[in-house]
């Protein structure tokens, strides 16, 4: 087993000094990757959007994976009403 190392960047940087103890990296990576959207529960997604990385490092600190969910939102009524007035 070896420890890997979760750093989340959301606007903030939190840099993971623990890490966690997987059998392999790709392990480690998938768990990232399953972990994103949990991480953007909850979260106020003012200024039409949101994106979160997480960046897997080895057990020697280098980075080895990186991965991010991007959500983005945007209200259509404006873009009804125009489309609703051009008819």
């Given at each position: 087993?070896?420890?890997?190392?979760?750093d989340?960047?959301?606007?903030?940087?939190?840099?993971?000094?623990?890490?966690?103890e997987?059998?392999?990296?790709?392990?480690?990576?998938?768990?990232?990757?399953?972990?994103?959207?949990?991480?953007?529960?909850?979260?106020?997604?003012?200024?039409?959007?949101?994106?979160v990385?997480?960046?897997?490092?080895?057990?020697h600190?280098?980075?080895?994976?990186?991965?991010?969910?991007?959500?983005?939102?945007?209200?259509?009524?404006?873009?009804?009403s125009?489309?609703?007035?051009?008819?």
């Amino acid at each position: 087993m070896s420890r890997f190392f979760f750093d989340i960047l959301n606007g903030d940087v939190i840099e993971d000094n623990e890490g966690m103890e997987f059998p392999e990296a790709q392990t480690a990576c998938d768990e990232a990757l399953r972990s994103l959207p949990d991480m953007v529960k909850g979260h106020d997604l003012c200024d039409g959007g949101k994106d979160v990385t997480i960046i897997v490092r080895s057990e020697h600190g280098r980075p080895i994976y990186r991965a991010t969910l991007t959500i983005k939102e945007q209200w259509l009524a404006d873009v009804i009403s125009t489309f609703h007035n051009m008819r």
